[in-house]
């Protein structure tokens, strides 16, 4: 029987952050041990400005060469979480814009290492610049390669 927290590992790649402006950088991963990948983006734009989000890989998590996605990706979005729950495919890409406006917002990026170049082994997630207002949060959520209780499973943090 499937358990999400037993059966998927997740982690909190930025925590939820306000009044700190400039880029937000979410804590690298490796894809090593991964079959699949969601990047969960979380965006409250008091502000009302549209945000950036850009997927990077590189081969490496100490990340001294960050790249953008090369394949496209799987995008799902909910501009408007205050007002429905649903969840919109978007046009795949390697990255997504939000939408200029003041509603809470929910990104998912759907990353599978399968698609990626050989050396693209590691993932993070950077917004745009954020004005002192606004707050954002990412987590990620994996789906392991080799089935096992994420509390035996290896960590992702290092290579």
Same mark, same amino acid.
């Given at each position: ?11 909190? &790649? ?8 400039? =880029? ?10 991964? @079959?699949?990948? +969601? ?17 990077? %890989? ?17 995008? +799902? ?5 205050? %007002?429905?729950?649903?969840? !919109?495919?978007?046009?795949?890409? =390697?990255?997504?814009?939000? &939408? &200029? ?8 990026? @759907? ?8 050396? @693209? ?28 209780? !994420?509390?035996? &499973?290896? %960590?992702?943090?290092?290579?």
């Amino acid at each position: 029987m499937f358990s999400f927290p037993e059966d998927c590992k997740v982690v909190v &790649a930025a925590a939820p952050q306000v009044g700190v402006p400039g =880029v937000v950088t979410g804590t690298a991963v490796s894809l090593k041990n991964v @079959e699949k990948l +969601w990047a969960i983006v979380l965006v409250n734009p008091v502000g009302g400005g549209a945000l950036v989000l850009t997927p990077q %890989t590189d081969t490496l998590v100490a990340f001294g060469s960050a790249a953008a996605l090369t394949p496209v990706c799987r995008i +799902w979005a909910n501009e408007a979480v205050g %007002t429905n729950d649903r969840l !919109v495919e978007q046009t795949s890409a =390697v990255n997504y814009t939000t &939408a &200029a406006d003041a509603n809470v917002k929910q990104v998912i990026f @759907e990353i599978d290492p399968a698609r990626l170049t050989a050396d @693209e082994r590691a993932f993070r997630v950077i917004t745009g610049a954020l004005p002192n207002t606004d707050f954002v949060s990412i987590v990620y959520v994996m789906s392991l390669r080799y089935p096992s209780r !994420v509390l035996t &499973a290896p %960590t992702v943090l290092t290579d």
